[in-house]
């Protein structure tokens, strides 16, 4: 069936693979953002031990999510992957680093014998929070803002930016995605909370958490999203492959693909519902709901406007000409056919996903479980 | 660019590659192996009911769960290092390496990391049968997330379902069960497994001995010991089988290696094979004196290598310098066509580049040409460098790691025998010899594993596409402190890790399976 498929609708079909990949990353990253909470929430080593266990269920799905973004975008756009990763080298090893050291913190946090002590754990689980979302986002905010490289005929990177990479932070509007995804995964780890875990004490922490850390998210989403609307962007010549800066670009790609638009609007709707709701009712628990499903809406539609519309996706502000778009990025028609099966299986992946999560979230995390579960963190 | 001396940073890439890839697989077997015989442990407690079964399969669980994480921690950082240092070859072969690694995380990440969750925490969450079904389900994804992982691999060892695309500069994908079926990657896939259900067998039977030693756990112990060995010894004799098959392949596809492996400089019809052996030093082993002492077993390495024990094995020496009789190109000759394959390319660029389409077009064709594949873009990596040297690996650490690898491989099978055998007579509490040696065989188990890595990985240098792509060629232009900087942050993060692992795995053993239920 995807063998009729043309070669730029399987690079677009691939590129909204990778949108929904990047966007359940980021919602998943209430995992990272719940991390840099706990100490905020947890005032005992029971409250404590009661947050690392709720999301200690939970690290490896946004573990694995990001290794499977690393592998479908290398799959599917393999030019980014090295254009990128071997150009932005220092952004992506502290990325690393900071998804390492989180790998082993639950696992190895209370257990006896761990070497460097509880403390050391939590700390890195913080850092892993701080560092890991804020990164993440301005490596994102990339897309949009470009970085300093060309790539030579054998399309081999020579990067050009001097701190090969880590630049990108000093752009304020990298730097706003970037405290927006943090605080956003804190807003969303604090929704978490108030659905996992049943003991009063944190379920008003986390309801006042929620609100402290939504207004700087708010502020730095809003002013990345408003001012993205008024930057230029980058657009390339389906035809010849040429690419030319043009005015209000990402604000004409909304609006030339109006159902990207509603996407948008619609998540961010999700969002502030989500966490108006669970501000103003008594004991709402749903709100993770409302403002994951919006988070995945609003990022799925920035990652669609980014390389959409004849965008470049990863511009090159030093030499335009080797920007990179999902036409000039991509793996051949074969291998993204061969990938476009693999991908059926995603939707039964979702399926067990929702499965077994419900299955385990019957019944919220209580200090009954801590006594009676010999698997702890 | 190129007149800047790279080894440096190639030296440092690979070193933190070699760090990272090492580091991971001390990890990574146990995983492979014990996940199946928790599996197996827990079906016997379903189907019995006996609780008992329920604690042993906990205790085994437990200590799974200590050394998952920390395998999980190295992974993530291979798979983004092909892209943070080996750049070039991401583009080069992206195309068909890629693929392996999404489906890795699609097929198998995703099923290993939900079904862990129930394994560990499902417990009193969902009925037995589905538990059960969980820990199926989490040795199956790990090792399915081995077999892509291996397919990616012995691609890299042997590219096939591939070919160049020269406006892209790069090899695409032409057939996606070549790249699944290819009989390197079939046999590499099975050997792996095998070799982790062998060190996780180890691994059970070592701490179960210790117990018995220190005469406490008993029944766990005992029960623990009858699985792992039936298991170990299934395992042990696949992967002779495996093994046997390996060294088939790689004297067919990479001939270099297998001459490596064996010290093997001058070839010969009827070539035996050493069975153990010290090497003499490089000025020596040059001038055609490989051996400072060695016992052989006649024209055995002819026969495991080709079936046949009066066939023709290639030396060092004839694949250095060119054997025409048999056939063999020499590298200069290989260096000659690789330069010209090279060459064409960067003509079709600039002719493209110029706007001379007829010219870009011709060339263009020359690389569809089934001769030019042939006779020189088979040869396009030895268009890289003119030292004849860089094209032979490191031969003793390819010899002593398949031969360290190759023994202990043997001792495992009759280690496996003699404790089936005193399980089976329940003599075992009293082997108090054998039990105290059985918690030793566990870092043998790993260096074993290690060892047969090395050979892999050491043996194809300097390749990281067989033929197609050198190190050199493949590696991402940073500056070399920059490496080095990286590497020393990830050994010392990586040391620290294992250092608390252990620490945290040998509390976990001595405070054995108090507290794991066995009460329902």
Known sequence: MFETLSLTVLQQYWWIIISLLGSALVFLMFVQGGQTLLGHLGKNETERSLLVNSLGRKWEFTFTTLVTFGGAFFASFPLFYATSFGGAYWVWILILFAFVIQAVSYEFRSKAGNFLGQKTYETFLYINGLLGTILIGVAVGTFFTGSLFSLNEMNQVSWQGPARGLEAALNFQNLSLGLAVFFLSRVLGALYFMNNIDEDTIFTRSKRHLLINAIPFLVFFLFFLIRLMFIDGFTYNPETGIVAPEKYKYLHNLLQMPLILIMLLTGVAGVLYGIGSSLLKAKSTLGIWFAGSGTILTVMSLFMIAGFNNTAFYPSTFDLQSSLTIQNASSSKFTLTVMSYVSLLVPFVIAYIFYTWRAMNKKQISRDELTSEHHLY | ?520
């Open chain 2, 1 to 520: 660019m190129n007149t800047i001396d790279l080894t440096p940073l190639i030296d440092w890439s690979r070193a933190q590659f070699a760090l990272t890839a090492m580091y991971h697989w001390l990890f990574v077997p146990l995983t492979l192996g014990i996940t199946w015989i928790i599996a197996m442990m827990e079906t016997i407690y379903v189907k019995t009911g006996d609780p008992e079964w329920k604690k042993i399969t906990s205790f085994w669980m437990k200590l799974f769960g200590i050394n998952f994480a920390i395998g999980v921690a190295t992974g993530i950082i291979l798979e983004f290092e092909f892209g943070t240092n080996w750049s070039n070859y991401s583009w080069f072969v992206g195309d068909v390496f890629g693929a392996p690694l999404a489906i890795e995380g699609i097929m198998a990440f995703f099923l290993e990391s939900t079904f862990i969750a129930i394994m560990f925490f499902g417990w009193n969450k969902v009925s037995r049968k589905f538990h059960l079904l969980s820990s199926w389900l989490v040795a199956i994804g790990a090792n399915l997330s081995a077999l892509w992982i291996l397919v990616a691999n012995a691609w890299m060892q042997y590219p096939a379902g591939t070919a160049f695309n020269p406006e892209t500069a790069r090899n695409e994908m032409t057939s996606f069960w070549e790249v699944l079926f290819s009989p390197v990657a079939v046999n590499k896939f099975l050997h792996t497994i095998t070799s982790g259900m062998v060190l996780a067998a180890i691994f059970v039977i070592g701490i179960s001995a210790w117990y018995l030693l220190k005469n406490r756990e008993k029944r766990l112990a005992l029960r623990s010991i009858t699985i792992a060995s039936v298991f170990g010894l299934m395992a042990s004799l696949f992967l002779a089988v495996t093994g046997d098959g390996s060294a088939k392949q790689v004297a067919r596809v990479q001939p270099m290696k297998l001459a490596a492996m064996e010290g093997f400089y001058q070839g010969q019809e009827a070539a035996g094979l050493v069975a153990i052996g010290v090497l003499n030093n490089k000025e020596k082993r040059d001038a055609g004196d490989p051996f400072a002492f060695k016992i052989e077993i006649p024209k055995m390495l002819s026969l495991l290598s080709y079936g046949d024990p009066q066939h023709f094995v290639a030396g060092i020496n004839d694949l250095k310098n060119g054997n025409p009789g048999r056939g063999i190109l020499s590298i200069p000759e290989k260096i000659d066509r690789g330069k010209v394959a090279r060459q064409t390319l960067t003509d079709f660029k600039n002719a493209q580049s110029a706007g001379n389409l007829v010219k870009a077009d011709s060339l263009k064709s020359v690389f569809a040409d089934p001769d030019f594949i042939k006779n020189n873009f088979s040869n396009f990596g030895y268009g890289f460098s003119d030292d004849l040297e860089y094209y032979v690996p490191n031969v003793p650490i390819t010899f002593y790691s398949f031969h360290i690898m190759v023994m202990l491989g043997f001792a495992f099978i009759a280690y496996f025998s003699l404790f089936l055998f005193f399980s089976w007579r329940g003599q075992l509490p009293k082997r108090k010899f054998w039990l105290w040696i059985a918690p030793w065989m566990i870092p043998l188990a790993y260096i074993a594993s290690e060892a047969g890595w090395i050979v892999a990985e050491v043996g194809r240098q300097p390749w990281t596409i067989q033929d197609l792509l050198p190190t050199i060629a493949s590696v991402t232009k940073l500056d070399s402190g920059t490496v080095m900087v990286t590497f020393i942050l990830f050994a010392v993060t990586f040391t620290v890790l294992a250092i608390a692992e252990v620490k945290i795995m040998l509390k976990a053993i001595q405070h054995g399976p108090k507290n794991l239920g066995g009460t329902k």
